[in-house]
């Protein structure tokens, strides 16, 4: 292998090891300053947790599409979604029944499919998602937190705070460095995989959907699997969709918001799998309010032949 090639693979790590832990960093030094305000804990799980397993997909399509790499920007999200419903339930459901909470049945699955709907329609439209439609992503996005906010006060743990894990001078140092460590990853993994790309012949949006999504997916992945050890399974299911939703909605309405992202059209294929994975996931919870291992397992070997067609299709 070429020393160049090297030189960018280990820098395309190094730059996940910022994403990862610059992500860690900022969600406790957020949570602590939102507990010493005392801002109820399920709030926090709502907005900055959701954040911040987001936070590596953020800043991957946010810097791709102010550098111009605007077939990763989409190809990330695309391929984050797949990965966060074919494995990381796909897995999670082998090591253990995922139940569904109806709350998650009725109104968040559904809101995730409608959408992935949405998001689909804005591209087919004019192969491209436009200022304003990032705009109306976002208002989207504002407008679930709020009704997520207000519905949670309902419950009665609303009023449930944590206690802080830092002082305010630690989780506003945690908050900043973290912070930085997401941007510099950010542009490490984006230059290093767009490096990589060309110098093997690949295209941007292959490394999206393979080497970058996962690579940005592993937060949501480790975040399930330690909640499924701890026996709290519904929280992947809960980790998974509002990760997706806040890829959809903030990471592509933050993106195509700043910049305009023209798309080719060879993206349709990946755009309708996406939709019909999230539809199937949707089924697979209505029939029997969980996943179990026959569906981890379909889920897995979908993984296994979306990633081999999306490999020898370029």
């Known amino acids: 292998m070429d020393a160049g090639i090297i030189v960018q693979v280990v820098l395309l790590i190094v730059g996940f090891v910022f994403l990862i832990k610059g992500s860690d960093f900022f969600v406790d030094g957020a949570s602590s300053i939102a507990s010493l305000l005392k801002i109820p804990t399920i709030i926090v799980g709502l907005t900055i947790v959701a954040f911040g397993t987001s936070a590596p997909e953020a800043a991957v399509s946010i810097t791709s599409s102010l550098t111009g790499s605007n077939a990763m920007a989409v190809s990330n999200v695309i391929g984050s979604n797949l990965f966060n419903m074919l494995m990381v339930i796909g897995v999670s459901a082998l090591l253990g029944d995922l139940l569904m909470e109806k709350k998650v049945l009725d109104k968040d699955l559904p809101f995730l499919v409608g959408i992935t709907v949405l998001w689909a329609v804005f591209i087919i439209i004019g192969w491209d998602i436009t200022n304003i439609e990032g705009i109306i992503l976002l208002i989207i996005l504002i407008a679930y937190i709020a009704y997520l906010v207000r519905d949670s006060r309902k419950s009665s743990d609303a009023n449930e705070v944590e206690k802080p894990k830092l002082t305010l001078p ?81 990471v592509l309405g933050a993106s195509s918001a700043i910049s305009a992202i023209p798309l080719d059209s060879s993206l349709l294929i990946d755009v309708v799998f996406m939709l019909a994975i999230t539809v199937l996931c949707f089924i697979f919870g209505k029939t029997q309010e969980k996943y179990d291992k026959k569906e981890g397992i379909i889920l897995v070997t979908l993984f296994v032949v979306y990633m081999a067609f999306a490999i020898l299709r370029n």
């Open 170 to 250: 630690k989780s506003i140092i945690f908050m900043l460095v973290g912070l930085a460590g997401i941007i510099l990853g950010g542009d490490l993994v984006v230059d290093s995989a767009s490096a990589i790309a060309i110098a093997l012949g690949m295209s941007e949006t292959l490394v999206g959907l393979t080497i970058v999504a996962i690579g940005t997916s592993l937060p949501e992945l480790v975040t399930s699997l330690t909640a499924l050890k701890k026996g709290e399974n519904q929280l992947v299911i809960g980790n998974v969709i509002g990760s997706n939703i806040f890829n959809i909605l903030f």
